[in-house]
């Protein structure tokens, strides 16, 4: 492809390789989309730089998910986590980690026991970062996959351990997290819990938040509700 090689950038190229290879998907020719991600893979195994790298094999593992292979997809993203471990600097590993725990999500469905494989080393990663901040969000992230899976109890567990590592740390920042776990806590029903965290929201968060935890609850008891939001979440996405 002449537009291909005109991209000097190898990541922009890998980027642009997955993008065509969904669009193969799109028009029913897996065929295609494979030699596509073929290509892909062959130039991220060139790029020097851990984190494009990382982060290029995401990219490629979710356009392996849209073609079906879920075989491939969990394979890519295991390799991914591997090159994440090598990665020194922890907020780059923490940007990383989350675009991989977010690729994985392509696992669900019938490929559950894929998406486990991934997200248990993703979690033995998280655990090894030491900046508090970034931990915490690694496991914000892998407790809100283990939800969607419907591991409620490991959700749970990682839940209870991000809200301890708030508490041991004075950091303001993590009012930014606060919000997130208002929500999950308001998942699980716990309603004591999700509004303190709301209340230690941003002053121009809050109310959105309390809004979504007022959502969250009508639609726990109202499940046609959830139905509804669900439905016009998948039409947005078309």
């Known amino acids: 492809m002449k ?3 005109s991209i000097k950038e190898k990541d922009s190229t890998v980027s642009f390789l997955s993008a065509i ?12 989309g494979q030699q596509t991600l073929s290509q892909a893979l062959k130039i991220t ?10 982060s290029s094999l995401s990219l490629i593992a979710q356009a392996y998910g849209k073609l079906g292979d879920s075989q491939k997809e969990k394979q890519v993203l295991l390799q991914a986590l591997k090159i994440a471990r090598s990665i020194e600097r922890e907020d780059i590993k923490v940007g990383v980690l989350s675009t991989i725990v ?21 979690l033995e990663l998280a655990n090894s970062i030491e900046n508090k901040y970034g931990k915490a969000i690694s496991l914000s992230e892998i407790a809100q996959s283990y939800f969607d899976l419907g591991d ?11 809200v301890r590592v708030i508490d041991a740390s004075s950091n303001q920042s993590f009012s930014l997290l606060d919000s997130k776990m208002a929500l999950l806590y308001a998942e699980f029903g716990n309603w004591g819990e999700a509004l303190h965290l709301a209340q230690r929201c941003y002053h121009e968060d809050k109310i959105a938040v309390f809004v979504r935890i007022l959502q969250v609850h009508a639609e726990q008891q109202q499940p046609e509700f959830k139905a509804l939001r669900d439905w016009q979440e998948e039409e947005e996405e078309e």
């Open 3 to 5: 537009l291909v090689s």
């Open 21 to 32: 290879a969904q669009a193969y998907s799109k028009l029913g020719d897996s065929q295609k």
């Open 45 to 54: 195994n060139s790029i020097e730089n851990e984190y494009s790298k990382a």
């Open 102 to 122: 977010q690729a994985s999500s392509n696992l669900g469905g019938s490929q559950k026991g894929r998406q486990r494989q991934v997200l248990s080393q993703a």
């Open 152 to 162: 409620r109890d490991q959700a749970k567990t990682l839940l209870d351990d991000v």
